[in-house]
């Protein structure tokens, strides 16, 4: 079955703590996994994905075929990080997005 | 950037009434939409995948009767709900697929739509 298992509905840090939204994923096939990310008041937007194994704003995830994992990692929290983050899988039928549960973090001053 | 516009962004209706929904993809054309369902802090769910000029294919449960897509052009996909009942209340939103340059399908998300059911 394809699952993506988010299993912290909310995350609370302060300022310049480091951060790590846990990510797995269930798929028979070959993954492609991403992370999104919604601001309060916006829409859903692409934060990064796994083909790319870019850093944006700060956070990085590495996809772990053994571990079936692909967590979100910030060495250095900020404010402004504070949002809902997606993970999301695509599979290979028409190319949807099965996503996660989502992750609320709280970034405190 | 890829610009997705779904209208309206708020709706209201009374139960028994047919609302439509469109989603617009504004400077890229897009063969392939989707559209999600979000409950109050809870997670997309997929309804159905739109693709232009053939029929939608929906998500297990979800009925094509009562959740009707129609994908006329490259450009535009609609979601309409057909007489809605309070439990249709939600939040309703649209994303389109493009290429981009890398050779990766990105996802582009509207802004969603809120349908409250009266």
């Known amino acids: 079955a394809q699952r993506v298992t988010q299993p912290e509905k909310l995350l609370s840090v302060f300022k310049g703590a480091p951060v790590e939204l846990k990510c797995n994923y269930s798929y028979s096939g070959s993954p492609e996994l991403f992370w999104y990310v919604q601001y309060s008041r916006q829409r859903l937007q692409l934060l990064l994905r796994h083909i790319s194994r870019e850093s944006i704003k700060g956070f990085t995830a590495d996809l772990n075929k053994g571990e079936t994992s692909f967590h979100l990692k910030k060495p250095f929290a900020q404010e402004e990080d504070s949002a809902m983050y997606y993970c999301a899988l695509r599979t290979n039928q028409g190319g949807k997005l099965i996503f996660g549960q989502g992750t609320e973090l709280s970034v405190k001053p | 950037g890829a610009v997705v516009s779904q209208h309206p962004s708020r709706v209201i209706c009374k139960s028994g009434t047919s609302v439509k929904i469109e989603c617009r993809s504004l400077?890229?054309?897009?063969?392939?939409m989707f559209w999600y369902r979000q409950f109050p802090k809870k997670s997309l769910m997929l309804m159905a995948t739109s693709n232009e000029g053939s029929k939608a294919t929906y998500e297990q449960g979800v009925e094509k009767d009562k959740f009707l897509i129609n994908h006329a052009s490259l450009t535009l996909s609609t979601l309409t709900v057909t007489s809605a009942h309070p439990e249709d209340s939600s939040f309703y939103i649209c994303?389109?697929?493009?290429?981009?340059?890398?050779?990766?399908?990105?996802?582009?998300f509207g802004a969603g739509s809120r349908l409250t059911v009266l």
């Open positions: 400077d890229f054309q897009a063969t392939t």
């Open positions: 994303s389109a697929r493009r290429a981009v340059v890398s050779g990766a399908n990105v996802l582009t």
